[in-house]
């Protein structure tokens, strides 16, 4: 059983196919899925998915690539945040790779959103490109970490190096990898996830992009995700049903969504 800790499938290009990948999903074992908010206005269709299917958990949160969007306050994140479903904040962090100039919105944004996560007691999802020693100051200056009083989160989609990953994990953050773990050039990051300790990852898909081999191109889905878990299993040369048991338990740990 594995689970894809981030997921866009209110985005047209999944949402409408739901049956498809809802079969897609039990046909891989892939128990549940976190889908993800990227910005307000779009926020009430990741909210009606969770509502409908009850293995589909949310997020609330205003991602740092939405530069013209609606700017949230603590506040309004917290009282989104008020729901069963809503099991995280984000997501939210800093991308220093997709925008250029003065990007002290994005460091804005982002305290509020660390901000509010403290206050509701859920988690961060965080999204760093190109910025990582930013997001890595900005965390502990918020005190995101569990020994600051914080509650940590996930570092999604991982692409930076061993020692953010491990500065993350310091704070009681998981690292989360995605297919592009599986590409052939991604030597280094492979080693990153060599690295790490089985009770500190996640597996993600990000669909719809970022399809892990053999569907590289293609349009992502969650189901996919059992081939991030195939992959770390070979590669980590642990069995698969290990793969499995500790990431659905980590999600479990980190989203306190039961087992
Ligand atoms: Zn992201
Ligand atoms: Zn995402």
Same mark, same amino acid.
């Given at each position: 059983?594995?689970? +894809?800790?981030?997921? $866009?499938?209110?985005?047209?290009?999944?949402?409408?196919?739901?049956?498809?990948?809802?079969?897609?999903?039990?046909?891989?074992?892939?128990? $549940?899925?976190?889908?993800?908010?990227?910005?307000?206005?779009?926020?009430?269709?990741?909210?009606?998915?969770?509502?409908?299917?009850? $293995?589909?958990?949310?997020?609330?949160?205003?991602?740092?690539?939405?530069?013209?969007?609606?700017?949230?306050?603590?506040?309004?994140?917290?009282?989104?945040?008020?729901?069963?479903?809503?099991?995280?904040? #984000?997501?939210?962090?800093? +991308? @220093? @790779?997709?925008?250029?100039?003065?990007?002290?919105?994005?460091?804005?944004?982002?305290?509020?959103?660390?901000?509010?996560?403290?206050?509701?007691?859920?988690?961060?999802?965080?999204?760093?490109?190109?910025?990582?020693? +930013?997001?890595?100051?900005?965390?502990?200056?918020?005190?995101?970490?569990?020994?600051? #009083?914080?509650?940590?989160?996930?570092?999604?989609?991982?692409?930076?190096?061993?020692?953010?990953?491990?500065?993350?994990?310091?704070?009681?953050?998981?690292?989360?990898?995605? #297919?592009?773990?599986?590409?052939?050039?991604?030597?280094?990051?492979?080693?990153?996830?060599?690295?790490?300790?089985?009770?500190?990852?996640?597996?993600?898909? +990000?669909?719809? @992009?970022?399809?892990?081999?053999?569907?590289?191109?293609?349009?992502?889905?969650?189901? @996919?995700?059992?081939?991030?878990?195939?992959?770390?299993?070979?590669?980590?040369?642990?069995?698969?049903?290990?793969?499995?048991?500790?990431?659905?338990?980590?999600? $479990?740990?980190?989203?306190?969504?039961?087992?």
């Amino acid at each position: 059983m594995f689970i +894809d800790s981030h997921c $866009h499938i209110n985005f047209p290009e999944l949402a409408a196919r739901m049956p498809e990948i809802l079969a897609k999903m039990a046909e891989n074992r892939v128990t $549940h899925a976190l889908c993800v908010s990227v910005n307000l206005p779009e926020f009430p269709s990741v909210l009606a998915l969770a509502e409908q299917y009850p $293995h589909i958990y949310a997020s609330v949160g205003v991602h740092p690539d939405y530069e013209d969007t609606p700017e949230p306050t603590v506040e309004q994140l917290v009282q989104l945040a008020d729901h069963p479903k809503i099991v995280a904040i #984000g997501e939210t962090g800093l +991308d @220093y @790779y997709r925008l250029e100039g003065d990007l002290e919105w994005q460091r804005e944004r982002f305290r509020t959103h660390i901000r509010a996560s403290r206050a509701t007691g859920k988690p961060l999802i965080i999204h760093t490109r190109a910025a990582s020693a +930013d997001t890595i100051r900005i965390l502990q200056e918020e005190g995101a970490g569990v020994d600051q #009083g914080g509650v940590a989160g996930v570092m999604h989609c991982f692409t930076e190096t061993l020692d953010v990953a491990l500065a993350a994990v310091e704070m009681g953050f998981y690292i989360s990898f995605s #297919g592009i773990v599986t590409f052939k050039s991604a030597k280094d990051l492979q080693a990153v996830a060599q690295a790490l300790p089985l009770d500190r990852i996640l597996i993600e898909t +990000d669909s719809p @992009y970022l399809a892990p081999v053999p569907f590289r191109g293609r349009v992502n889905e969650p189901g @996919y995700v059992a081939h991030v878990a195939e992959f770390l299993a070979t590669l980590k040369d642990v069995p698969l049903p290990d793969i499995a048991a500790a990431t659905t338990a980590n999600f $479990h740990t980190l989203f306190k969504t039961g087992a």
